[in-house]
């Protein structure tokens, strides 16, 4: 059963015969917890039973169930009688619900997307004699750069250097480390857009 907070020793000013809806209602917002209690009583059945019918699942129909109570209990001072106290309570619930399907959805999605991630589909063999020639070519591009050029982008590419440590580790400038970067970048972009098309 659902435990509310207390602020003060629960009381019941419910009337000897059975209230109405409107009326467990009013003592609810007098903090009357037996009202709650009746008011369970009377929609938990048919609350599960429509919840179900959202979520698709009787264990989070109770728990949304539940949730209905309390947020009714939190709103106790909040209704005015405009309308059916069952509509009410039963918008409260169909809220839950469909925020919890929503909910559920997104973590549905999020772990279809991290299971793709861990475990992406092999390469078709197309796929790899395309990459290794890809490979090939790069390497060959890489080789024929002039000297220099090519130890900018080496260093940068494989030892994964900053331009400022390959400029300490060459003597160089870090200007001239980024205009033969730049100029590395070009040339293997001319070199390799037949093999890229």
């Not at 698709?56 to 169930?65: E, G, L, N, Y």
């Not at 169909?94 to 772990?111: P, T, Y």
């Not at 130890?151 to 390959?166: F, G, M, N, P, T």
């Not at 480390?177 to 390799?192: E, G, P, Y």
């Amino acid at each position: 059963m659902v435990e509310f907070p207390q602020t003060q020793p629960l009381r019941s000013t419910s009337p000897p015969e059975p209230a109405t809806d409107e009326e467990l209602m009013r003592l609810l917002a007098q903090d009357d917890a037996l009202a709650l209690h009746e008011l369970m009583r009377r929609f938990w059945r048919p609350i599960i039973g429509r919840v179900t019918r959202i979520v698709d699942d009787p264990d989070s129909a109770a728990d949304i169930a539940q949730q209905t109570f309390i947020r009714l209990w939190q709103r106790r001072r909040e209704w005015t009688p405009s309308g059916s106290v069952q509509a009410y309570v039963f918008r409260i619930a169909r809220n839950a619900a469909l925020n919890e399907r929503r909910a559920h959805q997104s973590r549905e999605q999020a772990a279809d997307r991290r299971s793709r991630a861990a475990h992406p589909a092999p390469p078709t063999p197309l796929q790899s004699l395309e990459e290794g020639e890809l490979r090939d070519a790069i390497a060959v591009a890489v080789e024929r750069l002039p000297s220099r050029r090519k130890e900018v982008y080496l260093l940068a590419r494989d030892a994964e250097l900053s331009h400022v440590e390959i400029s300490q580790r060459m003597g160089i400038s870090r200007q001239t480390v980024a205009n033969q970067m730049t100029a590395a970048v070009a040339d293997l972009r001319r070199t390799l857009s037949a093999v890229l098309d």
